[in-house]
């Protein structure tokens, strides 16, 4: 049994208002009961910033904006929409939810929670797509937790 929350290191990629929107948003996941998982990478190579999975087997990308210019900047998130059921941006209360595409979920989040602003459409991913996603995502998941349990320890 753990005793001590599990910190994961900072990669020092993401602002500081960037991992608060992430943690919130993973919480307000959680309470959802979807798991997740941060940086999975997908068959085509990207990786979004968090993917769930639901109790249900639904899949949800989330990708995380932390101001215009870094939505302004990003071309790469409507490849996600063919890895997921739902696709969402998460963003601090600070930006503007009018600047964010129509076709997206929108979840404003802090370092605290997060609430869903506007639900996001659902489009059903086939059978073999929803398969795969979930092995890539239980496989990272357990790889992690593997890499955590054996930290420090000689090879």
């Given at each position: ?22 943690r919130?948003t ?11 998982v ?61 600047v ?19 639900d ?36």
């Amino acid at each position: 049994m753990l005793t001590q929350p599990i910190v994961l290191p900072d990669d020092g990629r993401q602002s500081e208002t960037a991992r608060e929107v992430v943690r919130g948003t993973r919480r307000l996941l959680r309470a959802r009961n979807i798991a997740t998982v941060t940086e999975l990478v997908l068959a085509d190579g990207r990786r979004p910033d968090i993917v769930g999975l639901g109790p249900d087997g639904t899949i949800t990308i989330v990708e995380v904006k932390s101001s215009i210019a870094d939505f302004r900047a990003d071309r790469k998130w409507h490849h996600y929409r063919a890895f997921c059921d739902h696709l969402y941006f998460a963003i601090p209360i600070t930006l503007p939810v009018a600047v964010m595409p129509d076709e997206t979920g929108i979840i404003v989040a802090d370092g605290y929670g997060g609430e869903v602003v506007r639900d996001a459409l659902l489009a059903k991913l086939a059978p073999a797509t929803r398969r795969a996603m979930t092995i890539r995502f239980a496989q990272a998941a357990a790889d992690r937790l593997h890499a955590l349990a054996d930290a420090g320890r000689p090879s």
